[in-house]
């Protein structure tokens, strides 16, 4: 009933979060180890979080004595050095979300790890809300059918630091920053199997005075016949809106994880606080949330991570899992740039075939039934269609 | 004060939902004159709607003296013949949406009804629901700044008659169907003299066995940036999902006018009853709608309709914007055949030329802002792009 | 097909409300003669809203040939004199809620108009909404059994006149104002025959500087064992919350008319205009009404009292149903005094007998069934109780 | 960093909770012990749980050599016997709700605690959600002023044992079982220390065959002028209902626990599954949590009980809380008998004086203002009254 001792690599905004995800409410695990490129930021951040040893060396966080873990917080362009440092040292590395700046880095951090043998977790929070995390069950319970579409939007004002505005240190805007999530959800929905085909996409830098898109929507055809779609932004009012929408042949999914979560106060503005990560406003109408970090997953994510390393499984998400993404989005932006339905490369695919979405007839009278209805008299309401001569036609049983 | 008299062609769904329209609520327009293909549809529904004549003769229906509107709430491929004979006898014509099958067919109604000189509104309700409306209002007031995106999601299990499941009648599927709302809802939303350019789309028939698309997604990009996107489905579960969202640099509104609006109803099902149009279930949760033909818009479109007509003004929806909506469609289709952005294709626009989305540059010491935040403790953070070095920076002040 | 023509006595904000209804989208109804008691407001009332007369003589404004029906919409202490009026000239009056400041003065009221023989309509408007009218049209049909409980509440930072705050004028406070509305709603739901018993209550002033109660609670018992359950306040911060809910044996209903209706609107400020009655921002998260006056209940209230009158039968709200809520209002304050259960006086109950709220015994193997539940495993539990040792268990079927 | 281990007493619905709260997400604390009156049960639950020790001997469990605390999860008529073994033992203890049947019993467990010096936390879970923590924390900041109102709501179809439905084990129905929780989290928002002085109250027997209440409403005021009100129920139907409402002077709050959460499902009822605790259907539009034992509060309860341990410190729930809620209890009791209000006893009342809800007078003119607020237009219209003359009048400036 040991816990692990993590390495942290970065004191950002994600860093922090995921370390009080660690220290909060009983766990056994801890952050034993912190690195930031600055010297006043890691030992800042070592004593806010009683964390025993801070350092700006990247290769002695990584090969500490105390530490099992390390958790890869820094900046995208930053992934691939790290994690080949932790291949060398093999040493478990879970790192943050994408993956990398694009498939081909991705490919090569994906390698790395598979080649050194090391655990290798893909932290995809959103994958892990308590609500994504029953709905996917449910899913795969068969209570909505097959899927045919999925829906997944995450829109906020903007991002927090610096970096992610220069789309060299990121490798993109909105779709890298946001759109990995939403694939990934999308994914989950759809089967993880379900190969990504083809997208087709819009992006544009409609507000910031910045190069990267900040704004973009995607469609990502998978092998099933399954739809999925996503809208991103940094210029959306109102908060951090993160919404995901499923509909199946048998049923629907929506889910809301912050913005309209049962938690709903009004304030004249007596008295203000800090309401939630993004929220524009501390008076009027106002939408916290209860537990954040539990919220946005972070709590079921390290919960998978540390009980996969336990068990000698694989976590739910992986490194192979965010190069699929990055994959997704190069096609994201090569759609945009052509203006087409372009395909995603994915050298290495390991899903199984998936059948298309099946429909299955059904005859009433040597005609095909078209659809069934209940009237509100209670009756029903076929509409038929003669396949001999293509004649529709509606009759009441 | 006298109100009109009106010639109802047709005696479907839409045609009683018209009807109940004009005959609910102490209104001072009637309906006199019915016309249906079939004599004995004709005849039970004059009877059931207090209607004094009925009749299997279109151009006498049409001509009738006692009238002097005509409504046509006829399947799409029948709309043609029916203005033209309105145009003929230079009668004011209400037409159903959507205008035509396509736009080469609604180009040839709008000059046959302009040529003539007759008063012709376009019955696109969506446009005219009680919350749009404000909405509209609200966006044209300013106060959700520069629209950059409008979303509207039309979806239901697929239609109540035969005829709109052959695509030879109908024009199309679900596009032909939904769309047309969708499509209109957006340009209210980005503005009507907004020149929606080009289109990229993705149509499918996942679930029932016909020829034409039962789902599909559109988007839709502006002279000024904006991008429209829509859903539609004949596959939803869980009744009639009619939704819209609009951002914009200043705003975001969400409007629901069917499935949440503030009434629920939870029914074990005993003593069950109709819930709402298109609802799935009459026991568990129900979310039944409070005066369907208020909060789907023909009251207000009626009264837009004769108020123009009695005041000598166009109506707020013409037959030049169903033949616009007919065009956005037919790229649509040529978008989801092609697989790539397809032109929107209008001889006639009339629009004004709108702005690029404006992007105002503002300077702190000497840096370009990107994005300006509240913190929690009240300060303000700004991210910071020097233009001479490329970098970027985040300073609190 | 010919509408009738209105005396509005009153030109505050339900005078207003009153006349753009009937005036609205294509009514036949019309206000030909505005009385206030200033000529000031009388004509500039009647230049903004287009009626022909104005006059500061209530008598003429009664008896004027142009008009067959007045609508009181005055101060509470002034409606007395007003109905005596119409009842000494044999004219149809429609007198807005509270009938008057108490029982005695309600009684008085309904007594001289069914001396006279006159239409006497009472405008409790909150029972027509259109969520309201179909929600108690499904209660009818059973949807929900038997009716055990229902609230209403309705709240908002305080009324807009200043007469309103003067108990002598208004007859009370919060209650008088607003527990007029919620007494009628809960009557509605659980049966207008079903005999309102007694009443416990509080009130007390908590925030505004003036000597009638700015908060209230109230349970009223009703024949059948149905408790009525009502929350009033003019206190209450973020717009004006109208909710009602009703539980039943076989079903629940919650209704939300005005701050949660599927219309949501985010604003920086930028831009700000009206929102809706009572809201107080015009920045942040805001939730407008698609049609006020629809949605209050004022199309189908004035819909209904214009039919009864022209089919000779009484309006669905009749001044006893007004007297009845004085009746109540009287019981609300002595308990609030008195501090325990006081009796509703009604001198002159209509109503039918209400049998107690059914229950029906149950047996399994000889014991009665307490409850029954399905678990997860779809299996039926049972809660037993055997009648002869008294013990209580649990089975599995 | 070494977790506690613990003693489980009782096998039912909340002892499975409980313990899969503590052994869930890499938590540090183990249940090791645990005790049933029935051996079966009590191995079938170590079995399933991986707990290594059960028995049916009470002192045994509670004196294992193994635990440092225990868990009371027993019916209500056994709190007592379990609590004075574990004050003989001077084991720290964490009872369940209710602490008691009533009053007297309470105090007599709580002074055997207090006694015995043993830590004895209160396990008051819905105190404890996610949500009702913020929204506290908010109240305590003054973000909504002054707290004027305070309505909790706890209804469900019934419990799931046995026990519950006999009120002699149980001490009463459903005020015992869910109003204890409403009334400390109406506590908990008024402040724990302004004294609960008087209840009124409503208890019904409507639908089971039972001898106990199956519904009650109840109005708790509170030192300050504050007012607590609680509906609770075994009859509702559609799940379970948790919500709770709080007026203030600046401000409100909403909070939705269980039935809208931001997480809604259709399903035709194809591979229906779980849905969520006392959800009656599988089918048609359903209502799941993300995360149940984190929404109802256990694992933020368990951390707050285990860190208080840890520190030495009260829990923020303690036995005296529990005696609280029995005083309030009984004279709910009382009053639903009395048919008045009637006091809540409290021999031992250990807050702070609260003076009363603040009313400051504000001035315009040597006028008092009753009331401010802003008009469509912009401008304020100030409601006055001339505190000599005592007329009201309104004024726009």
Chains 1, 2, 3, 4 share one sequence.
Not at 12 to 30: A, C, M, N, S
Not at 212 to 233: P, R, T, Y
Request: glycine share 12%; with cysteine.
């Amino acid at each position: 009933m040991d816990g692990h001792r993590v390495t942290m690599l970065g004191t950002g905004l994600i860093g922090l979060f995921y370390t009080r995800t660690l220290h909060g409410r009983r766990g056994r695990d801890r952050v034993e180890v912190v690195y930031s490129r600055s010297g006043d930021r890691a030992r800042a951040f070592a004593d806010e979080n009683g964390i025993s040893h801070s350092t700006t060396d990247l290769e002695e966080a990584i090969t500490h004595g105390s530490t099992d873990v390390v958790v890869v917080g820094l900046p995208n362009h930053l992934h691939l050095e790290a994690i080949e440092l932790c291949a060398k040292h093999g040493k478990a590395v879970l790192c943050t979300k994408p993956l990398a700046r694009n498939a081909e880095e991705a490919k090569r951090i994906l390698d790395t790890a598979e080649g050194a043998g090391i655990f290798a977790g893909y932290l995809e929070d959103l994958v892990y809300t308590p609500k994504t995390l029953k709905a996917v069950a449910a899913v795969r319970g068969g209570q909505i059918g097959d899927v045919t579409w999925a829906r997944s939007r995450e829109t906020h004002p903007g991002p927090h630091s610096a970096w992610f505005w220069d789309a060299e240190q990121a490798g993109g805007g909105a779709v890298v920053d946001l759109g990995c999530h939403c694939i990934e959800i999308v994914r989950s929905y759809v089967g993880k199997g379900n190969r990504p085909v083809e997208v087709a996409a819009w992006t544009d830098t409609l507000v910031h005075p910045i190069e990267a898109e900040d704004n973009a929507i995607a469609l990502i055809k998978f092998e099933s016949g399954a739809i999925g779609q996503f809208e991103v932004s940094w210029t959306f009012r109102g908060g951090m809106d993160l919404r995901d929408e499923v509909a199946g042949t048998e049923g629907t999914i929506w889910t809301n994880h912050f913005l309209r979560t049962g938690f709903e106060m009004f304030s004249s503005g007596e008295g203000a606080g800090y309401v939630a990560e993004k929220a524009e406003t501390t008076s009027g109408w106002l939408f916290p949330v209860g537990d954040e970090v539990a919220e946005l997953g972070y709590v079921d994510m390290f919960a998978d991570m540390f009980d996969a390393l336990d068990s000698g499984r694989d976590a739910t998400e992986t490194f192979y899992d965010g190069y699929v993404v990055n994959a997704v989005m190069d096609a994201v932006y090569a759609a945009a740039k052509s203006g087409r339905w372009e395909p995603i490369r994915i050298d290495d695919w390991r899903g199984e075939p998936t059948p298309r979405i099946a429909r299955t007839r059904r005859e009433h009278d040597g005609k095909t039934v078209i659809k069934e209805e209940q009237m509100p008299d209670g009756r029903r309401k076929l509409i038929l269609k003669d396949e001999a001569t293509g004649e529709f036609s509606d009759v009441v049983v």
